[in-house]
């Protein structure tokens, strides 16, 4: 199964710009790159995904390295609300595996 | 829409009892999902699938079992609970089209065995 790596804790500051990196390096050619994000006593819920292009939506934007062993979420303009615990994962024929995520500190 | 519905909220179980763990989703997904978050942990999948009678397992099917008969259920049974099984469960599902893989969770199931 295709894994991904993701550092433990990241801090921003808010109305800064926040880039979650996560490495993939054993991506296959057919698999998504999907971002959830997790808030306190919450579900995860859909952040963004794509394939080989970048791509934006209301929410962030994610760009994809060239070679896909490689991604990066980024929060334009970090808010309070924007603290949480963020995975990156791979879509795999159906099974869905999340690490541990990046949790996201965002200080006033 | 109801999205994808877990009961219940809350469950207290004493070890050795049995339960299940209910979801059901009204979007038409094929694909359903069982995963467990101990404190302080990311996601670890139990059980997956991929439509109605189709099962695998996760990294942690151990004490647990599913069924799929229909495509909106997708319950996940406990025997003979262990307090190693305390924990929050989710449950998710997506569409089969790899185009479209927004996955949809519930708000959880937080279950103590004691």
């Known amino acids: 199964d295709a894994k991904t790596t993701q550092p433990n804790s990241m801090e921003s500051n808010e109305e800064e710009p926040v880039h979650l990196p996560c490495n993939h390096s054993t991506i296959s050619g057919t698999d998504y790159i999907h971002w959830y994000r997790q808030l306190p006593s919450q579900g995860p819920e859909y952040v963004i995904h794509?394939?080989?292009s970048n791509v934006n939506n209301r929410m962030a934007s994610l760009a994809i390295a060239e070679d896909r062993k490689s991604s990066t979420l980024i929060l334009h303009r970090a808010t309070l609300r924007d603290a949480a615990v963020y995975y990156c994962?791979?879509?795999?024929?159906?099974?869905?595996?999340f690490g541990d995520g990046t949790t996201l500190t965002v200080k006033p | 829409n109801a999205g994808v519905t877990q009961t219940p909220k809350f469950r207290i179980l004493k070890i050795g009892q049995s339960m299940t763990l209910q979801c059901t989703q009204d979007m038409n997904h094929n694909y359903m999902y069982w995963y467990r978050q101990d404190p302080g942990m990311g996601l670890k999948l139990i059980y997956y699938?991929?439509?109605?009678?189709?099962?695998d397992k996760g990294e942690v099917p151990n004490g647990y079992n599913v069924s799929r008969s229909t495509t909106e259920d997708f319950p996940l049974r406990l025997e003979l609970a262990a307090p190693s099984q305390t924990s929050v469960y989710f449950c998710?599902?997506?569409?089969?089209?790899?185009?479209?893989?927004?996955?949809?969770f519930g708000q959880g199931t937080r279950l103590t065995v004691v």
């Open positions: 699938s991929v439509g109605a009678g189709i099962t």
């Open positions: 998710a599902s997506r569409h089969r089209d790899r185009a479209n893989t927004e996955a949809f």
């Open positions: 994962i791979l879509n795999d024929a159906g099974k869905s595996t």
């Open positions: 794509g394939l080989t």
